[in-house]
């Protein structure tokens, strides 16, 4: 598994909705390398945000394994997958979840101080990140003061304030205007080049996508397409 930071082997996932099974995914073969930029792309209900989940190990998948850096995530307990999951894998999501009481310095406080890291330190790792996605001067306002591409930033800033490998995000720009979700983008591949980010992207939007360096297409829970 040389080289590859992430390997799926025939993930398959159902799910029983009053009484009927939907089939999200049916039998995904995957292997995506340390540093990629692997985009997602598909109509709604192809199955990518279930695909992302397991990825993430939000979800346990029904069949298959998904290993990382060659072990097997899924041979591990729910608080070893939580705790693993929170030190290798950072999550951006269309909608930032920040919580609104809080400061932006704050919420990119949160990680650090779940890990136990010393207030001072986390203080400090969270105004350095900041900083780089150019919000150093923002650091005191909440997620109500702030523009919808601002507090993008912010979300993606906690989601790499602990410096994971691996990055999933969720339609990170569905929100935004071109303009902005564009600066999205161009941070994310920032962080890419920079800190050698592996990063796995949803999206609908194909000018999106061809940003990124490989593409992906889901279609009825299976990968048709390549580029």
């Not at 601002?150 to 339609?171: G, N, T």
Request: aromatic share 4%; no cysteine; net charge negative.
């Amino acid at each position: 598994m040389t080289g590859n930071i992430i390997e799926a082997r025939g993930l398959a996932k159902a799910f029983t909705t009053n009484g009927s099974t939907v089939n999200a995914l049916k039998g995904i073969d995957l292997e995506i390398k340390k540093g990629e930029t692997l985009a997602v792309v598909g109509v709604s209900g192809s199955g990518k945000s279930t695909l992302l989940h397991i990825l993430g190990t939000l979800d346990r998948p029904t069949e298959g394994a998904v290993f990382y850096e060659g072990e097997d995530v899924f041979h591990k307990s729910d608080g070893e997958l939580a705790i693993f999951r929170n030190r290798e894998i950072g999550f951006v999501f269309q909608f930032h979840y920040l919580l609104p009481e809080f400061s932006a310095l704050e919420n990119v406080m949160m990680p650090p101080l779940i890990q136990r890291i010393e207030p001072k330190n986390a203080k400090e790792a969270a105004k350095e990140i900041l900083e780089r996605v150019g919000l150093g001067e923002r650091l005191s306002h909440r997620p109500g003061e702030l523009s919808g591409g601002e507090q993008q930033r912010v979300a993606i800033a906690r989601a790499v304030v602990l410096k994971p490998k691996v990055i999933l995000a969720d339609e990170p720009t569905g929100n935004l205007d071109l303009e902005t979700g564009g600066s999205i983008l161009d941070l994310f591949l920032k962080l890419n080049k920079e800190e050698e980010l592996t990063l796995i992207l949803v999206t609908h939007n194909p000018s999106v996508a061809m940003r990124l360096r490989r593409r992906i297409k889901l279609l009825d829970g299976r990968i048709v397409d390549e580029s």
